[in-house]
């Protein structure tokens, strides 16, 4: 069954880190590019991150370039999203998915940076 389960989040505070997970099933991991979204309240799904099917070219929004890093583990097929210098407009459930079309949506994982 296909399905990608996000871990990781919680309530940090300002300048605080933390490392999301995503884990994949049910489908060839290794040959798609990843991406990680978020949605904050009142907001539409917003793009933070992508890296490519091998792991060699990673890409970032501008609000989080310098801060988060994405990377990935083929053999675990798990991509990884490490947040440093959090901000609290970095509040938001993160989800990741492959380009479209979109597997089904995960449930997310919730971050919440207090100032």
């Known amino acids: 069954q296909v399905a990608l389960v996000e871990s990781g989040g919680g309530l940090v505070h300002t300048g605080g880190s933390l490392r999301l997970s995503c884990a994949a099933f049910g489908f060839d991991f290794s040959s798609y590019a990843m991406t990680w979204y978020r949605q904050a309240p009142g907001r539409g799904r917003d793009y933070v991150a992508s890296i490519t099917s091998d792991g060699s070219i990673p890409t970032y929004a501008e609000s989080v370039k310098g801060r988060f890093t994405i990377s990935r583990d083929n053999a675990k097929n798990t991509v990884y999203l490490q947040m440093n210098s959090l901000k609290p407009e970095d509040t938001a459930v993160y989800y990741c998915?492959?380009?479209?079309?979109?597997?089904?949506w995960g449930q997310g994982t919730q971050v919440t940076v207090s100032s």
């Open positions: 998915n492959r380009p479209r079309p979109y597997l089904d």
